[in-house]
């Protein structure tokens, strides 16, 4: 109970910290481009259109909001984030007498073969159990990670339909029923599954098979390969987070999930179909040196792209 505790401290200060990264990255994700592109440079010194980064996003919300207005969304996310922690820990543990159990056995049936093997199958165990654990704790928190986005989304059309945690349940309920407030969630379940499996066996096979015991720093080495190959592993699935997040806003009576900001899409395969028609799929993947799209004209009165 100690630990996890102190899971949730410490996931509550880095949710904190990261929330104003996140909000500007979902507004993006959106569409939204409320500043005009300027004119730069690329790393060859040629001239190019480059789209305001991080910082020149955040002074412009600073500017409209004040300060606070950078943390919209924040508490139900917190309760999105706390109470994932409990549900993953709670999962985890009833998991581990079960899985250890089913590691015994198979390491007797499997005495006779390398030891490779059996690390192989607890490599799979332990993978099969937190893609579990991290399913269940998104799938109960999913209502308020829907909430968090649309608290967001409300900054583009000036909106204060979605106030509060609780007056937000309500709306969703009255004018969606239940299944709003699981809208998105099977794209983010799916790129939550393939990230973890990804970033779990690509570190395992490159530990097992390139990693020698005689290696200096081997602890230091298996933690970077396993930094890198999820860093992989976000980049691969980041299509499934973009199409979850617009899933989640779309067409809920806000302007960031209404023409023209977005279409109405009637399922999240739609709306990867369209994304991947007009070459968005990585929209909102970097916060940095982002440049013009190809093709693309920048609308003064609407601040988007068509």
């Given at each position: 109970?100690a630990?996890t ?22 507004l993006i ?6 500043l ?16 305001p980064?991080?910082?020149s ?6 500017k409209?909001?004040?300060?606070v207005g950078?943390f919209?969304g924040?508490?139900?996310?917190l ?10 820990s709670?999962v985890?543990?009833?998991?581990t007498a079960?899985?250890n ?23 799979f ?12 704790a ?7 990670h ?15 339909k979605?106030s ?5 349940i309500?709306t ?11 809208a ?21 096979l ?5 990693i020698?015991?005689s ?22 699935t ?12 779309n067409?809920c ?11 109405i899409y009637?399922?999240?395969?739609d709306?990867?179909?369209h ?9 909102g ?19 988007r792209?068509f």
């Open positions: 109970m630990d505790c102190g899971q949730v401290l410490l996931g509550s200060g880095l949710t904190v910290l990261s929330h104003p990264l996140m909000y500007i990255k979902v994700q959106v569409g939204h481009e409320p005009p592109p300027t004119l730069g440079r690329n790393l060859f010194g040629r001239q190019a259109q480059h789209l980064g991080l910082f996003y955040a002074k412009h919300i600073v409209i909001d004040g300060k950078l919209k924040l508490v139900p996310r309760c999105a984030s706390t109470i994932g922690t409990f549900v993953h709670k985890v543990e009833r998991q079960i899985i159990f089913s590691f015994m056995i198979n390491f007797q049936m499997l005495h006779v073969f390398p030891s490779v093997l059996t690390l192989q199958c607890w490599s165990l332990q993978t099969t159990k937190e893609m579990i654990a991290r399913s269940c998104t799938v109960i928190t999913h209502p308020f829907v909430i968090t986005l649309r608290c967001m989304v409300q900054f583009i059309g000036r909106e204060t979605y509060g945690v609780f007056d937000s309500v969703i309920y009255r004018e969606e029923g239940i299944l709003g407030f699981f998105g969630l099977i794209p983010r379940l799916l790129g939550d599954v393939l990230s973890l499996w990804i970033c779990n066996m690509l570190a395992h490159i530990n097992t098979y390139t020698d015991d290696m200096n720093h081997k602890g230091e080495i298996k933690n970077c390969s396993q930094a890198a190959t999820g860093f992989l592993a976000s980049m691969l980041y299509p499934f987070v973009l199409v979850s997040n617009l899933m989640a806003i067409n009576g806000l302007a960031g999930g209404l023409p023209p900001y977005a279409s009637p399922s999240w395969v709306c990867w179909r994304l991947s028609r007009e070459g968005n799929m990585g929209r993947n970097s916060l940095f040196f982002r440049k013009l799209p190809a093709g693309k004209m920048y609308a003064i009165e609407q601040k792209f």
